[in-house]
């Protein structure tokens, strides 16, 4: 009867196709140079890196292991090697306002150049202004203006002195001023004899002494002006002269930058600024206030140095930038400071550009997570993004902090950020941020399986050729390639299919050719390949062990023989981290009469989880379906999982569960030696359930430590035999008879290979044959209903 239902070997696994592979070894094959099967993100990537316009960012999403940031990486190379070298960074003073200082734009690779360029310029100047002044030509110009100055000043004091002497009167200078006194034979006249005068006498001197004071003080007026006049003679010949040498040290850089409009405008307000200040650097030849000189020197250094922000001399097309560590600082740049007499300090020297900065006219990668996990970074990327103007300031817990800083002018930004993540991450994003959607219009996601065929077999041969040669690895053997694939459609966990996780290939590659080497093999062989799975598993399943011991020595108990009524052996996978293994479970149901309905013991016991009570209540809706249409059920049923003290979720075990309360209700005994996986719909189909081969593995391993009946096996869903990719060892008993595999689709067949006796179909009446397990199982149900309606239950 079971017959019927076992698997056949030929759907376990694929055998070796030794017509696909037409190489003696993997040296043979051209590494892949394309990806395997992400044609979907892939198109996507192209159609976001080739729109315009704000709000066509992308996010890569996808499981972890599929290669996302490698591939990604790469099409962003490749794309950005094709687009033209944007333009270097530079920050410079704002001799307007210091707190501000500006950046400049100019040709790819000019900026140490220019920067290089001023510094000398400054070292140059520094030494020559002073000198400059010094020279013959400069002091015999500057002597001729003071001797005009001094002329035309003598000219009109004496203009002055000889209005005087005609009137008697002489103009004697003191330190601080001019005084009019009369005369006598030629002698200013003293006090006492002034005072002897007629009262008419000193009346006529004092009117002849104020006309001559106000013509005295119209002169001073305009010696001051002839001064003044002087003075911005002698400045123009200071600015003349030094604007001369400014222009010979400085057209190169003026010249080699011509169609360069920021730095030409730079270095016109540089040299306005020197020729304003020329003071300062006549400073620097020596104080006569005993200013510290180094210190003048050093103020004169900076404020005309270049901070080079980007540097692409060594870049050749547009950048392509990859920031692992997105904090505010590394993205968006950073200000600088320095500790000065306990206080701070900063300049725009000390002003770092950040990886959104660097990636101005390209391309900037960021995981998703560690953006996440800094809400204002998150915030501040999204702001930058729609703007498309960067702004580097201090962090929002430094700002306003009592700290001197700058606040440069923003900058235009005009990258393609590409974030990449989990799915997780990016449905959160989605559902409760409302600008992602409009900032990161493409997605791209990568699939994590790709077909099973003879093609996607070869371009996985091509690509271990691919990590051989970059590894230097040994080279696989068309069977070393083989078991690689089929570890790869284990990762899949369906035969149809290959995992595209290759960093879990990647691993494996390496190892096999560790084991390889360590017994000196030429090539790494499908034995190989099965030795680096079976360490790593190795390396990681001392939990395994442990709880196969507690099997072993009777700890938890489990029957791998015999029949018992209202028993099952269930099947769970305990999932730790890098590897994951199948452990049974024994479920037992009782029924009796009582209150109607279900106990399900986990639930009562708050160690259940929503979906397996969801599974518990479909069983509810089948029995009530198949049994109670002539008459309400007045059974009360216990359900629970045996030894088990931990949390329960999941239903894969409902229709286990249910086989459990029929072998109850029919009180027909389950065999034993057969463990049951899947879950079940109200109309009692078998639905799909995840690690089967996990599940089958386990209840082996335990069979084999009790010994091996040759009857024992696992009952599994139908729609779950395309996920067969079993251990070697299981296929080996499979095939030895040792062990069976059985699938089923209904209910009506699952007990019927667990039982040994037919389900039984109903008649018109809704009733079963009597030697059915449905017939039996109604029996008892209109036994517990007569019994209920007799004692008033």
Not at 356 to 376: C, D, R, S
Not at 440 to 456: C, Q
Not at 551 to 573: I, K, P, R
Request: glycine share 8%; hydrophobic share 35%.
């Amino acid at each position: 009867m079971e017959g019927r239902y076992r698997i056949p070997l030929e759907d376990l696994c694929k055998p070796y196709p030794s017509d696909w592979f037409h190489f003696k070894d993997t040296s043979e094959l051209p590494p892949l140079t394309g990806v395997i099967g992400q044609k979907r993100a892939i198109e996507a990537i192209d159609f976001g890196l080739n729109m315009k316009g704000p709000g066509y960012h992308i996010f890569v999403t996808g499981v972890g292991g599929t290669g996302k940031s490698s591939i990604v990486r790469e099409l962003l190379a490749g794309h950005a090697a094709g687009e033209k070298t944007p333009e270097d960074l530079c920050l410079v003073n704002n001799f307007e306002n210091e707190y501000c200082p500006a950046a400049i734009e100019m040709p790819a690779g000019s900026a140490v150049y220019f920067s290089e360029s001023m510094a000398r310029f400054v070292e140059v100047i520094k030494t020559r202004i002073p000198e400059l002044f010094e020279t013959e030509p400069f002091q015999e110009e500057q002597k001729k203006i003071n001797k005009d100055y001094s002329g035309r000043r003598k000219a009109i004091l004496d203009e002055v002195e000889k209005l005087a002497s005609q009137n008697g009167l002489a103009i004697l200078k003191s330190d601080t001023d001019y005084q009019v006194v009369p005369l006598s034979q030629g002698e200013p006249l003293s006090e006492e004899a002034y005072e002897a005068l007629e009262d008419s006498e000193r009346g006529e001197i004092e009117e002849k002494a104020a006309r001559i004071e106000e013509t005295l003080n119209d002169a001073l007026l305009e010696i001051n002006r002839l001064g003044e006049e002087m003075k911005t003679i002698l400045k123009d010949l200071a600015a003349e002269m030094t604007g001369r040498m400014i222009s010979e040290q400085i057209d190169p850089v003026r010249y080699y930058f011509k169609d360069c409009e920021g730095i030409q405008t730079y270095l016109k307000k540089v040299r306005e600024d020197i020729i304003h200040n020329i003071a300062l650097f006549l400073g620097v030849k020596g104080d006569a206030q005993g200013q510290n000189v180094s210190e003048m020197a050093g103020s004169i250094v900076k404020k005309y140095q270049v901070n080079v922000l980007v540097d692409r001399r060594r870049e050749k097309g547009a950048p392509v930038v990859s920031e692992p560590n997105p904090s505010f600082q590394n993205l968006f740049g950073k200000i600088e400071k320095r500790p000065v007499a306990g206080s701070f300090e900063t300049d725009f020297t000390m002003v770092q550009a950040g990886s959104l900065l660097k990636a101005n006219k390209g391309y900037l990668m960021l995981n998703i997570e560690p953006l996440l996990t800094n809400p204002p970074v998150w915030e501040c990327l999204k702001q930058t993004l729609q703007d498309s103007l960067l702004q580097i300031e201090d962090m929002p817990d430094q700002a306003d902090y009592g700290m001197p800083s700058l606040k440069p002018a923003p900058i235009p930004l005009n990258v393609k950020v590409v974030l990449v993540g989990g799915y997780e991450p990016f449905r959160v994003l989605q559902a409760a941020d409302s600008q992602f959607n409009k900032i990161f219009k493409v997605r791209a996601d990568f699939d994590y399986e790709t077909p099973f065929t003879p093609e996607t077999a070869l371009n996985y041969a091509r690509f271990i050729a691919r990590v051989c040669k970059a590894e230097n690895l040994l080279d696989f053997s068309p069977d070393g390639v083989w078991a690689v694939i089929e570890y790869a459609s284990r990762l899949a966990e369906d035969q149809r299919k290959l995992s595209l996780r290759f960093g879990h290939i990647h691993g494996l590659l390496k190892e096999a050719d560790y084991w390889a080497k360590k017994t000196k093999a030429s090539l790494v062989s499908k034995d190989d390949v099965i030795r680096a799975v079976s360490q790593h598993r190795f390396r990681h399943n001392l939990y395994e062990e442990k709880v196969m011991e507690e099997f072993e020595d009777q700890s938890v108990l489990m029957d791998v023989t015999g029949e018992v009524v209202g028993q099952v052996n269930a099947l769970a996978v305990y999932d730790m981290g890098e590897i994951a293994f199948g452990r049974p479970t024994r479920i037992t149901a009782e029924s009796y009469m009582g209150e109607p309905g279900i106990v399900n013991v986990e639930h009562e016991s708050d160690l259940s989880g929503e979906t397996h009570d969801k599974g518990v209540m479909i069983i509810s809706g089948y029995l009530g379906r198949m049994f109670a249409r002539n008459y309400p059920l007045s059974v009360s049923i216990s359900i629970t999982f045996e030894q088990s003290y931990e949390g329960i979720d999941g239903d894969s075990a409902s229709s286990t569960q249910l086989y459990a309360v029929l072998s109850s209700l029919s009180d027909l005994p389950i065999r034993q030696e057969i463990a049951v996986t899947g879950s079940v719909n109200q109309k009692g189909e078998i639905q799909a359930i995840g690690g089967v081969n996990e599940k089958i593995e386990g209840f082996f391993d335990i069979c084999a430590r009790k010994g091996l009946t040759g009857k024992q096996g696992v009952m599994i869903p139908g729609a779950n035999v395309k996920n067969l990719v079993l251990r070697q060892d299981v296929v080996e008993a499979i095939t030895q008879g040792k062990f069976h595999l059985y699938r089923v689709n209904r209910i009506e067949e699952g007990i019927e290979v667990l039982t040994g006796v037919p389900a039984g179909k109903p008649d018109k009446a809704l009733r079963y044959p009597g030697d059915t397990v449905f017939g039996k199982v109604r029996a008892k149900l209109k036994k517990y209903h007569e019994l209920s309606l007799r004692y008033g239950n």
